[in-house]
Protein backbone atom coordinates (compact mmCIF):
# COMPACT_ATOMS: atom_id res chain seq x y z
CA UNK A 1 0.00 0.00 0.00
CA UNK A 2 1.10 3.20 -1.32
CA UNK A 3 1.73 5.34 2.03
CA UNK A 4 3.83 8.10 3.88
CA UNK A 5 4.52 6.59 8.03
CA UNK A 6 5.37 8.75 10.37
CA UNK A 7 6.91 8.02 14.36
CA UNK A 8 5.94 8.76 17.00
CA UNK A 9 2.52 9.50 16.36
CA UNK A 10 2.18 11.39 19.73
CA UNK A 11 5.29 12.40 21.68
CA UNK A 12 5.54 14.38 25.14
CA UNK A 13 8.66 15.58 26.03
CA UNK A 14 10.81 18.19 28.12
CA UNK A 15 12.54 21.26 27.33
CA UNK A 16 15.71 21.13 25.56
CA UNK A 17 15.43 17.58 24.95
CA UNK A 18 16.58 16.39 21.71
CA UNK A 19 14.23 14.40 19.57
CA UNK A 20 13.74 13.08 16.00
CA UNK A 21 10.67 12.50 14.03
CA UNK A 22 10.88 9.90 10.97
CA UNK A 23 9.08 9.99 8.06
CA UNK A 24 9.14 7.42 5.10
CA UNK A 25 7.60 6.97 2.13
CA UNK A 26 7.28 3.97 0.01
CA UNK A 27 6.38 5.30 -3.64
CA UNK A 28 9.94 6.84 -4.73
CA UNK A 29 9.03 10.18 -4.64
CA UNK A 30 11.51 12.83 -4.95
CA UNK A 31 10.03 15.82 -3.31
CA UNK A 32 9.12 15.57 0.41
CA UNK A 33 8.31 17.90 2.92
CA UNK A 34 7.60 19.18 6.81
CA UNK A 35 4.74 20.97 7.85
CA UNK A 36 3.19 22.14 11.30
CA UNK A 37 -0.67 23.10 11.75
CA UNK A 38 -1.45 25.23 14.16
CA UNK A 39 -5.14 26.45 15.45
CA UNK A 40 -5.91 29.44 13.06
CA UNK A 41 -2.11 29.10 10.92
CA UNK A 42 -3.19 26.72 8.78
CA UNK A 43 0.01 24.37 7.31
CA UNK A 44 3.22 26.44 7.50
CA UNK A 45 6.31 24.27 5.53
CA UNK A 46 8.74 23.60 7.67
CA UNK A 47 11.65 22.39 5.49
CA UNK A 48 11.60 20.71 2.13
CA UNK A 49 13.27 18.59 0.01
CA UNK A 50 13.36 18.18 -3.75
CA UNK A 51 15.93 15.05 -4.04
CA UNK A 52 18.51 13.16 -1.82
CA UNK A 53 21.16 15.69 -0.45
CA UNK A 54 19.10 18.60 -1.23
CA UNK A 55 16.91 20.06 1.49
CA UNK A 56 15.54 23.71 1.84
CA UNK A 57 13.68 26.09 4.34
CA UNK A 58 10.18 26.53 4.36
CA UNK A 59 8.44 29.28 5.88
CA UNK A 60 9.15 28.68 9.81
CA UNK A 61 12.81 26.70 9.68
CA UNK A 62 13.84 27.94 13.20
CA UNK A 63 14.40 25.34 15.78
CA UNK A 64 14.36 22.54 13.25
CA UNK A 65 17.23 20.72 11.10
CA UNK A 66 16.02 18.08 8.32
CA UNK A 67 18.27 15.42 6.56
CA UNK A 68 17.49 13.63 3.26
CA UNK A 69 20.26 10.88 3.20
CA UNK A 70 18.03 8.24 1.45
CA UNK A 71 15.27 8.91 -1.31
CA UNK A 72 12.89 7.42 1.04
CA UNK A 73 13.28 9.20 4.35
CA UNK A 74 13.23 12.26 5.92
CA UNK A 75 13.57 12.75 9.24
CA UNK A 76 12.75 15.87 11.28
CA UNK A 77 15.02 16.85 13.96
CA UNK A 78 14.73 19.28 16.94
CA UNK A 79 17.77 19.61 18.64
CA UNK A 80 16.53 21.72 21.37
CA UNK A 81 12.75 21.45 21.65
CA UNK A 82 10.73 24.53 23.35
CA UNK A 83 7.17 25.23 24.33
CA UNK A 84 6.60 26.90 20.58
CA UNK A 85 7.25 24.03 19.31
CA UNK A 86 4.29 21.91 20.64
CA UNK A 87 2.20 21.19 17.37
CA UNK A 88 0.96 18.92 15.08
CA UNK A 89 3.33 17.83 12.38
CA UNK A 90 2.27 16.64 9.25
CA UNK A 91 5.13 14.97 6.64
CA UNK A 92 4.15 14.74 3.11
CA UNK A 93 6.00 13.70 -0.59
CA UNK A 94 4.93 13.78 -4.24
CA UNK A 95 6.18 12.45 -7.30
CA UNK A 96 7.11 15.58 -8.75
CA UNK A 97 6.80 19.20 -7.23
CA UNK A 98 3.51 19.90 -8.49
CA UNK A 99 1.73 16.52 -8.57
CA UNK A 100 -0.06 15.53 -5.65
CA UNK A 101 1.04 15.73 -2.25
CA UNK A 102 0.70 12.59 -0.07
CA UNK A 103 0.32 13.58 3.64
CA UNK A 104 1.37 10.80 6.63
CA UNK A 105 -0.86 10.86 9.65
CA UNK A 106 0.49 13.58 11.96
CA UNK A 107 2.90 13.57 15.07
CA UNK A 108 1.36 15.56 17.90
CA UNK A 109 4.21 16.88 19.97
CA UNK A 110 3.52 18.33 23.42
CA UNK A 111 6.48 20.35 24.97
CA UNK A 112 6.25 20.68 28.47
CA UNK B 1 3.46 34.79 1.83
CA UNK B 2 -0.19 33.39 3.07
CA UNK B 3 -2.77 33.05 0.59
CA UNK B 4 -6.02 34.51 1.96
CA UNK B 5 -9.21 32.37 2.40
CA UNK B 6 -13.08 32.99 2.49
CA UNK B 7 -14.88 32.51 4.11
CA UNK B 8 -13.78 31.44 7.34
CA UNK B 9 -16.12 28.85 8.03
CA UNK B 10 -19.25 28.03 6.44
CA UNK B 11 -22.29 25.94 7.39
CA UNK B 12 -24.44 24.35 5.05
CA UNK B 13 -27.42 22.32 4.90
CA UNK B 14 -27.44 18.71 3.10
CA UNK B 15 -28.13 19.67 -0.73
CA UNK B 16 -26.71 23.44 -0.78
CA UNK B 17 -24.02 24.82 -2.63
CA UNK B 18 -20.90 26.68 -1.56
CA UNK B 19 -17.62 28.57 -3.10
CA UNK B 20 -14.36 28.62 -1.20
CA UNK B 21 -12.39 31.52 -2.39
CA UNK B 22 -8.21 31.82 -2.39
CA UNK B 23 -6.50 34.75 -3.17
CA UNK B 24 -2.78 35.92 -3.32
CA UNK B 25 -0.58 39.08 -3.56
CA UNK B 26 1.75 37.25 -5.78
CA UNK B 27 1.64 36.20 -9.29
CA UNK B 28 1.14 32.08 -9.51
CA UNK B 29 1.59 28.81 -11.15
CA UNK B 30 -0.55 26.68 -9.11
CA UNK B 31 -3.21 26.34 -6.94
CA UNK B 32 -3.83 23.19 -5.09
CA UNK B 33 -6.52 22.31 -3.21
CA UNK B 34 -6.87 19.75 -0.24
CA UNK B 35 -9.47 18.81 2.51
CA UNK B 36 -8.93 17.37 5.99
CA UNK B 37 -11.39 15.82 8.10
CA UNK B 38 -10.77 16.42 11.79
CA UNK B 39 -8.08 14.85 13.33
CA UNK B 40 -6.98 12.96 10.10
CA UNK B 41 -4.23 14.10 7.49
CA UNK B 42 -5.17 16.36 4.45
CA UNK B 43 -6.45 15.09 1.52
CA UNK B 44 -5.32 16.28 -1.94
CA UNK B 45 -8.64 17.14 -4.14
CA UNK B 46 -7.35 18.97 -7.25
CA UNK B 47 -4.34 20.77 -8.54
CA UNK B 48 -4.87 23.68 -11.04
CA UNK B 49 -2.09 25.28 -13.27
CA UNK B 50 -1.49 27.88 -15.04
CA UNK B 51 -2.74 28.36 -18.28
CA UNK B 52 -4.62 24.65 -17.35
CA UNK B 53 -8.04 24.40 -17.28
CA UNK B 54 -10.82 24.48 -15.12
CA UNK B 55 -10.79 20.83 -12.67
CA UNK B 56 -13.59 18.90 -10.97
CA UNK B 57 -14.02 15.82 -8.86
CA UNK B 58 -17.29 14.49 -8.86
CA UNK B 59 -19.68 17.18 -7.47
CA UNK B 60 -16.48 19.44 -6.73
CA UNK B 61 -14.85 21.86 -9.01
CA UNK B 62 -12.21 24.74 -9.16
CA UNK B 63 -11.44 27.27 -10.89
CA UNK B 64 -8.29 29.58 -11.42
CA UNK B 65 -8.24 33.16 -12.50
CA UNK B 66 -4.49 34.40 -13.56
CA UNK B 67 -5.02 37.49 -13.95
CA UNK B 68 -6.71 38.16 -10.20
CA UNK B 69 -4.54 35.69 -8.67
CA UNK B 70 -7.73 33.67 -7.44
CA UNK B 71 -8.82 31.04 -7.50
CA UNK B 72 -12.54 29.44 -6.17
CA UNK B 73 -13.67 26.20 -5.33
CA UNK B 74 -16.99 24.84 -6.23
CA UNK B 75 -18.87 22.49 -3.68
CA UNK B 76 -22.22 21.69 -5.73
CA UNK B 77 -25.38 19.93 -3.67
CA UNK B 78 -23.24 19.13 -0.96
CA UNK B 79 -23.03 16.10 1.38
CA UNK B 80 -22.62 15.42 4.59
CA UNK B 81 -18.87 13.62 3.97
CA UNK B 82 -17.82 17.15 2.71
CA UNK B 83 -17.49 18.78 5.81
CA UNK B 84 -13.96 19.13 6.99
CA UNK B 85 -11.26 22.20 6.74
CA UNK B 86 -10.33 23.61 3.07
CA UNK B 87 -7.42 24.47 2.42
CA UNK B 88 -5.78 26.13 -1.23
CA UNK B 89 -1.73 26.19 -1.30
CA UNK B 90 0.36 28.56 -3.38
CA UNK B 91 2.80 28.24 -5.67
CA UNK B 92 4.25 31.49 -7.53
CA UNK B 93 7.20 29.65 -9.77
CA UNK B 94 7.03 25.83 -10.41
CA UNK B 95 9.44 24.43 -8.15
CA UNK B 96 8.95 27.06 -5.46
CA UNK B 97 7.65 26.47 -2.30
CA UNK B 98 3.95 25.83 -1.33
CA UNK B 99 2.75 27.99 1.09
CA UNK B 100 -1.26 26.87 2.66
CA UNK B 101 -3.85 29.37 3.44
CA UNK B 102 -5.44 29.14 7.11
CA UNK B 103 -8.22 26.85 5.87
CA UNK B 104 -12.04 27.31 5.45
CA UNK B 105 -14.07 25.45 7.98
CA UNK B 106 -16.94 23.85 6.11
CA UNK B 107 -19.86 22.26 8.21
CA UNK B 108 -22.39 20.16 6.22
CA UNK B 109 -25.39 19.06 8.59
CA UNK B 110 -28.70 16.99 7.72
Known amino acids: EAQVTQNPRYLITVTGKKLTVTCSQNMNHEYMSWYRQDPGLGLRQIYY???????DKGDVPEGYKVSRKEKRNFPLILESPSPNQTSLYFC???????????FGPGTRLTVL | QQPVQSPQAVILREGEDAVINCSSS?????VHWYRQKHGEAPVFLMI?????EQKGHEKISASFNEKKQQSSLYLTASQLSYSGTYFC???????????FGEGTQLTVNP
Open chain 2, 89 to 99: GTEPTSGSRLT
Open chain 1, 92 to 102: ASSQFRDNTQY
Open chain 2, 48 to 52: LLKGG
Open chain 2, 26 to 30: KALYS
Open chain 1, 49 to 55: SMNVEVT
